[in-house]
């Protein structure tokens, strides 16, 4: 971007390129710790941990998985959702320069058996009620050893102890045995002085496998390294918070640290400015007000969906969300009425920006203090080039105004897909990322995303590939073609809908295939919506047209 364009919309003292420190991922929380030890780290139900604590139980951790065998470059999968204990294990896994392998709790037995076996994930720490998950498909995984660990482990006294009774009168308490077949997170740090190796770690090597899916093919692992993190989280500071200080900041945590955006927007940002996390392991519109209200975070990274079930919540009124000064949207577009109520109730200001696992999390923003435009992906962050090409052959930039690719380049790009040479050398081309989104650019230098080359479908914040779906719908018994789509929805940002033609003579209801696929996918993946046709619109050599699909569920509406 021109500079008179940068420091026309930036605040002046947003600096067009920064200097990065020779930093690696554990550094961020050495940093904190040494600056900032008495600051709270984590606000988890009522338990607050400092950084110093916070550190003490990194080291410990890592001392622990030092004496299990995990040594630098291992892939070890974090399959928990957002507690202390996922911020312990990620930054152990950092000082020991082993590479976390970030995986959804969500995922079924199917999902999990992909990625630990592409990734040859040797180590997995696990939350415990989904032990027996693991249990079914370990022996065809190269999984060695399996780290536990319950909400209960950091909740603080008496809830700590009255949870498992909750849990088991709820039934969903799984009793992990204590026959050798796991090992207990809380016993590690208890029983460990912090006195982990000391490793020799570059900041170009690995520092985690984001798995990210695609039209074509299997998910690909997005190989990220530490310089690309501490980029990111340099970038961040020094423009969407700008004129925030170390320290001072405290930071609502309910974005999955498993998903680019968590871990890296959230708590690796949150630790680069040693700022306070408030965690919740999931989105519960009631006890986020709640939180809100009590805790008075200042900094909220959400969804579309997030701020709309806010707005729509109907004692909203009754919580005080005045703490919020600076909210980041992302993932789906955030309509224009939800923003303005949003601002008007809590007086933070919202930004949206755009960004893909691939560059890290966030590539572009609306400027926070300058000038914004509602439904633009804003400008680039420092040291970020964005350029718009031809979408037939990427060779081409295009004028102001005229839509293409959009194509990036900068520091916080991925080191390529895990294991996928000829993937990364279709993405990744002379040093740009091809994205597969159609854009354009105005006068200013404002970006705007037109529509997708690529068919995902974004539903309540997370990624949905039509083709993860479809060959689940293919394994069913009855089904001769299968086609998804995305519908918009008010809410979600997008729902999935399936197209389905039974094989002759067969019979089937909606709701026997949706079951089907809920045996086999994460809830957010299963199709909301199932329409049976005759056939499906293909081209002359068998591609599934989906974009007539989506042309049709449009004129019915017309």
């Given amino acids: 971007m021109d500079e008179r364009l940068w420091f026309k919309h930036y605040d002046e003292g947003v600096p067009r390129t920064l200097t990065y420190p020779e930093m690696t991922v554990a550094d961020l929380l050495r940093k904190a710790a040494t600056n900032f030890p008495s600051n709270p780290a984590t606000i988890f139900f009522g338990a607050t941990m400092t950084y110093a604590q916070l550190k003490r139980d990194v080291d410990r951790f890592a001392t622990a998985l030092n004496a299990l065998g995990i ?82 482990d950091y909740l603080p006294f008496p809830k700590n102890l009255l949870y498992p009774i909750k849990a088991k009168r709820e039934k969903i308490w799984v009793e992990v045995p204590r026959d050798g077949s796991a090992v207990f997170f809380k016993d590690l740090v208890a029983q460990n002085q912090p006195n982990p190796p000391q490793v020799k770690i570059s900041p170009d090597d690995i520092a985690c496998l984001l798995y990210t899916g695609g039209t074509t093919g299997p998910s690909k692992g997005a190989m990220l390294t530490h310089r690309n993190i501490v980029a990111l989280v340099q970038q961040v500071h020094k423009s969407v918070l700008a004129r925030s200080k170390d320290g001072e900041e405290r930071m609502f945590a309910v974005l999955p640290f498993f998903h680019s955006f968590g871990l890296n927007a959230v708590m690796n940002v949150a630790v680069g400015g040693a700022s306070a996390m408030i965690i919740h392991p999931r989105f519960d519109v009631k006890e986020v007000l709640k939180s809100i209200h009590k805790d008075r975070p200042t900094f909220f990274a959400g969804v579309p969906t997030m701020f709309i079930a806010m707005n729509q919540q109907p004692d909203v009124d009754q919580y005080d969300l005045t703490s919020l000064k600076t909210c980041f949207s992302g993932a789906a577009p955030l309509p224009v009425e939800v923003l303005e109520k949003f601002e008007q109730r809590t007086g933070a200001r ?96 404002f970006f705007f995303i037109v529509d997708r080359k690529k068919d995902m479908i974004i539903a309540g914040g997370y990624n949905v590939y039509p083709r993860d779906i479809e060959e689940v719908l293919f394994m069913h018994p009855k089904i001769l073609d299968a086609g998804v789509i995305g519908l918009p929805d008010a809410y979600r940002g997008e729902t999935v809908k399936a197209f389905v033609v039974l094989k002759p003579g067969e019979t089937a209801t909606a709701e026997e295939i949706s079951a089907f696929c809920k045996e086999r996918l994460a809830a957010y993946k299963t199709p909301k919506v199932i329409e049976f046709r005759d056939t499906l619109p293909r081209n002359m050599i068998g591609k599934l047209l989906r974009r007539e699909l989506r042309e049709q569920e449009v004129a019915k509406k017309a």
């Avoid at 380049?409 to 040093?431: F, H, L, S």
């Fill in 350 to 445: 919202i930004t949206e920006g755009y960004g893909l696992t691939e560059g890290t999390v966030a590539e572009t923003c609306n400027p926070l203090h300058g000038l914004r435009k509602i439904g633009s992906i804003g400008i680039p962050f420092p040291d970020n080039d964005i350029k718009i090409v031809d979408v037939e052959t990427g060779t081409h930039e295009c004028p102001v105004g005229e839509t293409g690719e959009l194509i990036l380049k900068g520091p916080t790009v991925m080191q390529g897909y895990w294991n996928k040479a000829e993937e990364t050398k279709n993405a990744i081309r002379d040093g740009w990322l091809f994205t597969g989104d159609i854009a354009k650019m105005d006068e200013d230098g």
């Fill in 71 to 152: 040594k630098q470059a291992d892939r070890v999968a974090i399959d928990l959702p957002n507690c202390p204990q996922w911020i312990i294990a990620w930054f152990a896994l950092q000082t020991l320069g082993a590479t976390g392998v970030m995986t959804n709790p969500l995922y079924v037995e199917r999902e999990l058996e992909y990625q630990w076996n592409d990734a040859n994930v040797d180590t997995v720490i696990v939350f415990d009620r989904l032990w027996n998950r693991v249990q079914k498909i370990r022996a065809n995984t190269p999984v060695k050893r399996v780290i536990v660990t319950g909400i209960q």
